[in-house]
């Protein structure tokens, strides 16, 4: 029987295909068990000579399939892989363990393994030290097999299927085959987490945060998935197919619509003309943003440099990241916002502190201040970057001006060590601020004086504005940027970068809403930067309104007290366009 299940709608559209279900184990998994008895040794070592039988099967069953392929970068990784399982000392060490130490093959494998790979990671040679993903991969397949749990690895799916796990990290995600996965639901994260961002740039419809409830999904199951309205529908019946089939067909109707606003600009009908940008989380991401109308970069997360990567990225080799991006742009802007890790991104290399609440700890620009050494070394790359195009530069998290004024005074260093060394930079870069904790909202005339732009991140705003963390799908129902509280933040920080001859751009995942729009224009948003799946919808919905009508929608706004009534009378707007 059909069952319906409900979740968040974080990226739009339509999939009816079958579960795929991705427990992703890591070395670090928790093992339940550490120590073993005397007797218990040689079965021990047999369940190890097991997983490495099995581990040593799926290798050479991938090397086939890969081999089709002719993808010669992962042919290497895997042979490398199975190199390891040979070698006559991995294995046999792993099992000295067992015997000397009466470890479980569990225990001993994490052991040995996490030994060499920090043998690894400490390598001057950047080969050897990518060895490293290597042996903890190595590591991974052989707890998996452990268990004996069948191989679900991501970037081994080779057929079409709608991927149900918990969460997906962003390294989980750029390894996913996109030609196959068609959709993705999850147990946790929400419209704003960053699985929800990389969802909408891939334009894979997703529905997150199901909760427990999504434990009644078996692996083969028949879903449809539908991204728009967070709706999961488990081995739904022939009606429901064929009612869901004639709305993605629908769908793909009104996609070909919006195609001719792609490389319109964004005019209301009264002459008033809007610049749209999309975010973008690395350099190539660059390109499809201006195949979907983006007319520049308003928010590079360059995060993800740093996660998709075993070690803290050097100067150089961010360099070419931002160059490559920055060559895409050409004379478009392109905002390079520095290093926002922390919360719910972190590094598998760098230790973090245990916090109890890391969204409001050691982020972003708390953590580059005091790691001066990965900010100037970021910001010297950024810098670099500047001679090939239109770059900017913005701080993220920032909550008072002092802190604005610390990460300025690194930035001028930077700047005095390439003058120092005979590096060209763009001399008139500007830098700005994202505004994204109220504090710097209710400061914002006083930051206008300092600054030479805001970009408004409101994911981040809602969250610390309401006290609602983006990420907990239980408190979700309380996540609004039409708050109230959350518009005046938003209307003081337009208000004061105009009247002090400044601007202000919104990256956070309002921009992209077609039903934010009217208040948007109203407010006298300067730049919009949003999703590039999203591009065309607000060009068009842009070219439906006038801005003397949205100034008089904001007035009546601005004169409800509750989310509830605001949104009713922006749908009734909307409705009417
Ligand atoms: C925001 O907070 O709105 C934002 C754009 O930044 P991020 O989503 O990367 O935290
Ligand atoms: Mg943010």
């Known amino acids: ?14 999939k009816i295909g079958t579960a795929y279900l991705y427990k992703p184990v890591t070395v670090n998994s928790k093992i339940e068990r550490e120590t073993i008895e ?3 040794i040689s079965n021990e070592l047999n369940r190890l000579e097991n997983a490495k039988e099995n581990s040593y099967d799926e290798l050479e069953l991938l090397i086939e ?18 190199e390891f399982l040979n070698d006559p000392s991995f294995i046999p060490e792993i099992g000295k363990k067992i015997e000397k130490n009466k470890y479980t093959a ?14 690894f990671a400490g390598m001057k040679d950047e080969y050897l030290r990518e060895r490293g993903s290597d042996i903890k991969d190595i ?11 069948k191989s679900n690895q991501l970037s081994e799916i080779n057929e079409k299927v709608i991927l149900v796990t918990d969460d997906l990290t962003p390294s989980d995600t750029v390894q996913l085959n996109k030609e196959f996965v068609q959709a993705f639901v999850t147990r946790i994260g929400g419209k704003t987490s960053h699985t929800a961002i990389l969802a909408r740039t891939f334009d894979i419809p997703a529905v997150l945060g199901m909760g427990d409830n999504m434990a009644i999904i078996q692996n083969g199951d028949i879903l449809i998935i539908d991204g728009n309205s967070g709706i999961c529908i488990v081995n739904p019946d022939q009606d429901e197919i064929e009612d869901y089939q004639r709305k993605a067909e629908q769908e793909f109707e009104s996609a070909k619509l919006l195609k001719e606003y792609i490389n319109k600009q964004a005019i209301t009908k009264d002459g008033y003309q809007i610049e749209i940008a999309a975010n973008i989380g690395n350099p190539e991401e660059a390109k499809i943003a201006l195949e979907k109308g983006a007319e520049g970069i308003g928010l590079y997360r360059t995060e993800f440099l740093f996660m998709n990567n075993d070690h803290l990225p050097t100067e150089e080799e961010q360099y070419q990241a931002y160059k490559m991006a920055s060559e895409t742009m050409k004379e478009k802007p392109l905002i390079i916002r520095t290093l926002d890790i922390g919360g719910d991104k972190e590094l598998s290399y760098f230790t973090f502190p245990k916090e109890m609440n890391p969204f409001l700890g050691y982020r972003a620009i708390r953590l580059t201040l005091d790691r001066k050494d990965i ?3 970021q910001l010297r790359a950024i810098l670099r970057a500047s001679a090939y195009g239109n770059v900017k530069i913005m701080f993220p998290m920032i909550s008072s001006l002092a802190e604005f004024r610390s990460a300025k005074a690194i930035y ?29 909202a209710l400061l914002a005339d006083q930051f206008a ?39 005046q933040l938003i209307q003081k920080t337009i208000e004061a970068s105009h009247q002090a001859g400044k601007w202000t751009g919104m990256c956070g995942g309002m921009a992209g809403d077609p039903v934010a729009a009217p208040i948007l224009i109203g407010l006298g948003l300067d730049e919009w930067s949003m999703d590039a799946s999203s591009i065309s919808k607000i060009k068009q919905v842009i070219s439906r309104l006038d801005r003397s009508s949205c100034k008089l929608l904001v007035e009546d706004i601005f004169q409800l007290g509750t989310v509830e009534e605001i949104r009713a009378k922006l749908k009734e707007f909307y409705d009417s366009i």
């Open 65 to 82: 399939k890969v081999k089709e392929s002719l993808d010669t970068e992962n042919i290497g990784i895997i042979k490398t892989q199975l």
């Open 38 to 40: 005397e007797s218990e």
């Open 375 to 377: 900010f100037i070394t």
């Open 139 to 149: 590591g991974k397949r052989l707890l998996r097999n452990l268990v004996n749990e």
């Open 449 to 487: 004086k300092e600054v030479d732009f805001f970009s408004i991140g409101t994911n981040d705003l809602v969250q610390y504005t309401l006290a609602v963390d983006r990420m907990n799908e239980k408190v979700a129902y309380l996540y609004d940027y039409f708050h109230p509280a959350v518009l």
């Open 412 to 440: 001028e260093e930077a700047k005095k060590q390439l003058r120092d060394e005979h590096i060209t930079f763009d001399e008139k870069i500007e830098l700005g601020i994202m505004i994204e904790i109220p504090s710097a």
């Open 1 to 14: 029987m059909s069952e319906k299940l409900i979740g968040i709608g974080a990226s739009n559209g339509i």
């Open 106 to 119: 569990e225990k001993a494998i994490q052991e040995v393994v996490n030994f060499y790979s920090n043998l």
